[in-house]
């Protein structure tokens, strides 16, 4: 680990690792992410339980910490990263007796038990109700799915997580006493800003309107360690104090309310889910850091180009941030960067510094830059875990006569997913992904294989539908989230260690492969790397996962009666509201002698097409 020069010495470091979870956009397959999340708790749970039931045993529980420093989330990440660090604020619950198992309650609820099409405790996203008012008034279409369950879903969370009473009196020591959550989002009015050019003796601004926003909350009370990211820090954010929430029923507290839009905002598929209204104070934007190659003074320099000042708000409707970032990979990155000073002091940790002598965002030197965090297996004590859902690439064309399509209609249909694409596309990052020699970077994937161990087409089952399908049936979520656990289980069994060598190692190891449930993974060279997370307790009995689950006929076709029913609905009505007038009544006909039937053969067809071809009916 760098230390601080002389004049920043501060407290002795102890021997520990850091690691950041970034969670990628999903849909319905964020239960995937979910279930790797649920695990993780587990795991970290039941080696604090093992470091205190036996601290000298034989052989020794290691004495090293990881700790999960930061998170930062895209789409169904967001939804994922939010909830389980409000579930894991009363600590871990565990369910492991029970098939799925699972130890995180609220989080479990949200991906697994409430959103479905038409069978949810809190209503289905075919429901009507948002169509209406409770006089029976038409309302504005906002989405073509009923959004209103997932404000149900989030204040449900809160409201089980607030009564529920912890096992242990002791908040977690590998999360953080201030635990920053980056969530990203597409902000559809967008951040004006501006370069001065210069020309002769004037300077011309050249304007740009950023689109990529994110909401940054520190989450205060979820754990005790004293780690503290100087990058993470210096940047504005919004304090969600859980030390000071109230308890019990009712709607939720003014804190929870934004935190829930933020959240849910950042997961607003477009045209599918209802778009959010986001506030954000004016100062947050003027102080804001950037995951960027920049000095601290060149980031302080990347203002708005606008007229807002004071403490007003900035008012803007967001969409999914997918759309834009569907990796925030940089996010936790630069959260767990090293701050280098002028003079060639490092600071890798706020917290180190002695009493006396703080760093701030305003006292840091402008020409102070952040480091790459190490990446030589020997040397590397930060490292970022992405959690990517979707195995599946995209779609690329070899069939000859589609390649050569260029009619209008064929450009202006392909034009979506070519920006989503290659928004996406980020050489840099998948360049030091494929190299065995970095060590700060990490991923889980869903795997699942079958009897004969050859790897399955299909890992998720929620992955149907371009990641909508998980909302067809509980058993579809559960049976990912489930994997997600396993998956997860296995990269830290196998995978997820570094040399015994490495001086972040305390005196004790477990080296890989661990044993899990008394069986060794033979693939895996023995002795060579220690692990990073070792498994004891529940977290070292092999997790069960469900056979790939089928829908019911039954279920099948109320889901496409109750599409229908939506369709009937919200069709004319939407007519009516964007056209009205002659044009609108002309419409409407249409709708009602032809295109209702048409539009829900065509939707039927296509699920059924893809379940089928997924063997998933």
Same mark, same amino acid.
Not at 146 to 159: C, H, M, Q, T, V
Not at 228 to 234: D, E, G, K, R, V
Not at 572 to 585: R, T, V
């Given at each position: 680990m760098a230390q601080a020069a002389p004049s920043q010495t501060g407290k002795a470091p102890e021997k520990e690792f850091k690691v950041g979870l970034a969670m990628a956009g999903a849909v319905s397959a964020g239960a995937y992410s979910a279930g790797v999340f649920d695990f993780l708790m587990e795991a970290l749970s039941e080696w604090e339980k093992a470091r205190a039931r036996d601290p000298a045993g034989v052989p020794a529980v290691p004495d090293h910490r990881t700790v999960l420093a930061a998170f930062s989330g895209a789409s169904a990440g967001s939804i994922t990263a939010a909830i389980g660090l409000l579930s894991a604020w009363k600590g871990a619950a565990p369910n492991v007796a029970a098939a799925p198992a699972w130890v995180l309650p609220e989080l479990y609820d949200t991906w697994v038990v409430c959103p479905d099409l038409t069978d949810s405790p809190v209503g289905g996203l075919l429901d009507t109700s948002d169509l209406h008012d409770a006089a029976g008034k038409a309302k504005p279409v906002l989405s073509l799915l009923? %959004?209103? @369950? *997932? &404000? $149900?879903? /989030?204040?449900?969370?809160? %409201?089980a997580a607030q009564k529920r009473v912890p096992e242990t009196a002791t908040a977690n020591p590998f999360l953080p006493a201030e635990t920053h959550l980056f969530m990203t989002q597409t902000g559809t009015r967008g951040v004006p800003y501006a370069i001065g050019f210069r020309g002769g003796a004037s300077v011309i601004d050249y304007g740009m309107i950023a689109h990529a926003d994110r909401a940054h909350y520190v989450l205060k009370g979820i754990g005790t360690? +004293?780690? !503290?990211? @100087?990058? $993470?820090?210096? &940047? $504005?954010?919004?304090? *969600? +104090? *859980? !030390? $000071?929430a109230p308890g019990g029923d009712g709607p939720a507290a003014p804190d929870f309310s934004g935190f829930i839009q933020d959240t849910l905002a950042s997961s607003a598929f477009p045209a599918g889910l209802q778009a959010r209204l986001v506030h954000t104070p004016v100062a947050d934007y003027q102080q804001r850091m950037w995951p960027l190659p920049l000095s601290v003074g060149e980031m302080k320099a990347l203002v708005p180009h606008w007229n807002l000042q004071g403490p007003g708000e900035y008012q803007g409707v967001a969409i999914d941030g997918g759309v834009i970032n569907n990796q925030p990979f940089d996010f936790t990155r630069y959260s767990l960067m090293s701050l280098v000073l002028p003079d060639g002091g490092v600071v890798d940790d706020l917290s180190k510094l002695p009493p006396g002598a703080p760093l701030t965002r305003a006292s840091v030197p402008a020409d102070a830059v952040f480091a790459s965090n190490p990446r030589n297996q020997q040397d590397a004590d930060r490292m970022v875990v992405m959690i990517a859902p979707f195995p599946e690439p995209p779609t690329f064309l070899t069939n000859l006569p589609d390649i050569r399509d260029n009619r209008l209609v064929t450009m202006i249909k392909r034009l979506l997913p070519v920006l989503l694409q290659q928004a996406r596309f980020q050489p840099e990052e998948a360049v030091l992904a494929l190299r065995d020699d970095v060590a700060s970077r990490w991923m889980i994937v869903p795997r699942r294989y079958d009897a004969q161990k050859k790897l399955e087409p299909y890992a998720i089952a929620c992955g149907a539908l371009g990641g909508f399908g998980g909302f067809l049936d509980r058993r579809y979520r559960e049976h990912d989230y489930a994997l997600g656990r396993l998956n997860c289980q296995l990269f830290l069994a196998n995978w997820f260690g570094l040399p015994a060598t490495n001086p972040h190692f305390g005196k004790n190891k477990v080296m890989l492969p661990q044993p899990v449930s008394g069986t060794i993974n033979p693939n895996v060279p023995p002795n060579v790397q220690a692990a990073l997370i070792p498994l004891y307790g529940t977290a070292a009995q092999l997790v069960q996962v469900p056979p790939w689950p089928k829908i019911s006929k039954a279920k099948f076709n109320a889901i496409m009666a109750a599409i229908e029913t939506r369709a009937d609905v919200l069709v @004319?009505? *939407?007519?009516?509201?964007?056209? /009205? /007038?002659?044009? /609108?009544?002309i419409a409407t006909l249409i709708w009602k002698w032809s295109g209702s039937k048409k539009l829900t053969t065509m939707i039927r067809d296509i699920v059924l097409t893809d379940l089928i071809a997924r063997k998933q009916i």
């Open positions: 009923n %959004s209103e @369950p *997932l &404000d $149900a879903i /989030g204040k449900r969370a809160i %409201s360690n +004293d780690f !503290t990211s @100087p990058w $993470a820090s210096f &940047d $504005a954010s919004k304090p *969600l +104090d *859980l !030390t $000071a @004319p009505q *939407l007519i009516k509201n964007e056209i /009205g /007038g002659f044009w /609108g009544w």
